[in-house]
């Protein structure tokens, strides 16, 4: 039982048979943000909430996976997503399968078929994959399969939800807050951007003129936006800072973009967030990263290691979200 369900009841008040938290979410799959409702994504983020605080206490949490497996298949290299969710399946009773990379790569027979295998054997398969479309035939193709989105090139909602625990950690209400996002306008931006509207925190992206979050990304946001949330992109790095929450910033070239590495350093040099940027948004303003960081290039050593910082809250914050989604993606 939930703290908060557990104060109730000490107070007298009737507790509903099912929480809240422990509501299935209806999606079969979690490709976006876009596929929850606003709803649900509070839920699972409160969820996560208890999850992080049943584990602290070292408490065994229940076991919505027990006899179940999952497969985990990543096209593209991976530490923190990886681990989180292999530590998040167990956690909740599932197996683990690892396949290949050239599986969901559809080089040696086609995603559709792959994930008409996959079905007839695990419960869920979780994909970093290169790109969303792929992602989405696969999930179509197994309509008995629970597909969970570890990164694409163009979204990175698992990191999001991290993300938000993090924010309302850190800044103690959602709602409301400022979150700047400086850099490239990416897969980890869209995610965030999608997150931040439906919970009611102004996301505002400075980008280098070509690099900015994409239009059909910024209308998504703005049509799922709540609580008055606000997306708005610039290339205004120091308007986009002033008074902000928190600062987040992630690698100017992502992966599948390391031919550009070079001409990405020189182009988002004046992005880099310093200790000077950080003053732009004020004392209290937290910096985020998703991680790997480029210490030197996106970021300097004194940010990252500041106590502004709260890169490793999100790292730690990947698992308790991830148990949650798993939890109320997967129930029964
Ligand atoms: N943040 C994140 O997704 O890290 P990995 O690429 O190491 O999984
Ligand atoms: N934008 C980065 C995120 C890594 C977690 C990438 O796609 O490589």
Same mark, same amino acid.
């Given at each position: 039982m939930s703290p908060e369900a557990r104060k109730k009841r000490a107070e007298g008040f009737p507790v509903p048979a099912v929480e809240r938290t422990h509501v299935p979410v209806k $999606?079969? +799959? %979690? #490709?976006?943000?876009? +596929? %929850?409702s606003h709803d649900e994504l509070e839920r699972v983020l409160d969820l996560a909430a208890e999850l992080k605080e049943e584990r602290a206490a070292g408490r065994r949490g229940s076991?919505?996976? $027990?006899g179940r497996h999952v497969a985990l298949l990543f096209e593209r290299p991976s530490l923190r997503t990886r681990a989180t969710f292999t530590i998040a399946i167990r956690e909740l009773g599932g197996d683990v399968i690892e396949l290949p990379a050239d599986v969901v790569s559809g080089?040696?027979?086609t995603v559709e078929d792959v994930a008409r295998n996959l079905e007839r054997w695990l419960s869920g398969a979780v994909i970093r994959a290169s790109s969303q479309e792929r992602l989405t035939r696969f999930a179509k193709s197994a309509p008995g399969l629970h597909v969970v989105n570890a990164l694409t090139s163009e979204q990175h909602p698992s990191q999001a939800l991290a993300d938000m625990m993090t924010l309302r950690e850190r800044v *103690?209400? #959602?709602? *409301?807050s400022t979150l700047a996002f400086v850099g490239d306008g990416n897969n980890v931006a869209a995610s965030l951007a999608h997150a931040g509207a439906m919970l009611g925190v102004h996301v505002r992206i400075a980008s280098p003129s070509g690099y900015e979050l994409s239009p059909a990304v910024v209308a998504e946001a703005k049509s799922v936006a709540r609580h008055g949330a606000t997306i708005e992109v610039t290339h205004d790095i120091r308007r986009a800072v002033s008074g902000a929450d928190a600062i987040y910033t992630d690698v100017w070239a992502s992966m599948g973009q390391e031919d550009q590495a070079d001409a990405r350093a020189r182009i988002f040099a004046p992005y880099q967030v310093n200790d000077a940027l950080m003053a732009l948004a004020g004392p209290a303003a937290v910096f985020m990263h998703c991680l790997p960081a480029h210490r030197g290039l996106e970021v300097t050593d004194a940010v990252m290691d500041? $106590?502004?910082? $709260?890169v490793f809250d999100q790292a730690e914050n990947r698992l308790h979200t991830q148990k949650a989604l798993l939890s109320l993606l997967m129930a029964r």
């Open positions: $999606a079969k +799959d %979690f #490709l976006s943000i876009l +596929d %929850f076991q919505p996976l $027990a080089s040696r027979e *103690g209400t #959602l709602a *409301g500041s $106590a502004a910082s $709260a």
